[in-house]
């Protein structure tokens, strides 16, 4: 038997009646959502890129800048 985690649970239990208030259209779910982060005033997420990106690598702090998208190394 799997554990069932009640908090969970009641998460996915809203997230399903959203989701069904606006017959599932993701459209109309994401425009609801941006009209909420314009009438709450804060900005919900950051998409605006870094001009230098410091990642933590192996306990070295390195400064890939630009080239921080091509860098295929699995980070710590």
């Known amino acids: 038997m799997m554990f069932q985690d009640e908090i969970v649970e009641e998460i996915h239990k809203i997230r399903e009646e959203y989701s069904r208030s606006f017959n599932h259209d993701l459209k109309a779910i994401f425009a609801d959502l941006q009209k909420q982060q314009a009438e709450n005033g804060a ?8 001009s230098s990106l410091t990642i933590l690598w192996r306990g070295e702090a390195k400064d890939f800048g630009k080239d921080a998208s091509s860098n295929s190394r699995h980070l710590i």
């Open 43 to 50: 900005e919900v997420v950051n998409l605006s890129r870094k």
